[in-house]
């Protein structure tokens, strides 16, 4: 009888052995898995980080070339307001008429621009950028 208690006995502590080296392993994978969680959340972040520098770099490079184009506007509408104070009847005019549309539409074009400082990454496509930047360089031309 007494090689049998000690066989359960053997089994017992076998299997509280293994138990604690399951929980061990357990223990390890976990840590394991919050690391990779940690690394995980530290590589979006920088991505994250990267992906709003890059949209802000964007967003004030089309700002800079806008107003580059606005004053170039301004610059032009000065020069054809001169042009129309020396030109006599129908010619002025017709550039007087010229002018009152153009500034209209450098107002719009403008106010559209004024609208971008509003602007944040998810509003940014939908601005209509594309059709300011086209406006500018069509009134310049």
């Known amino acids: 009888m007494s090689f049998g208690c000690e066989t359960a006995k053997d089994n017992q502590k076998d299997a509280i052995q293994a138990q604690q080296q399951a929980n061990e392993k357990i223990a390890e994978v976990r840590s394991e898995a919050r ?6 959340q530290a590589k979006a972040a920088v991505g994250v980080a990267e992906a709003q520098a890059n949209y802000e770099k ?3 490079d089309f700002r800079h070339d806008i107003n580059t184009k606005l004053v170039a506007l301004d610059e032009k509408i000065s020069k054809a307001e001169a042009k129309a104070s020396k030109e006599a009847g ?4 017709n550039l007087t008429a010229k002018l009152a549309a153009l500034r209209t ?3 719009e074009f403008a106010a559209n621009f004024e609208a971008l400082k509003d602007t944040n990454v998810n ?11 086209k406006f500018a360089d069509r009134a310049i031309e």
Do not use: G, P
């Open 58 to 60: 964007l967003r004030e």
């Open 123 to 133: 509003t940014w496509d939908s601005a209509k950028l594309s059709e300011l930047d």
């Open 35 to 40: 690391d990779q969680v940690v690394n995980a």
């Open 90 to 93: 129908e010619a002025r005019a």
């Open 105 to 107: 539409r450098r107002a």
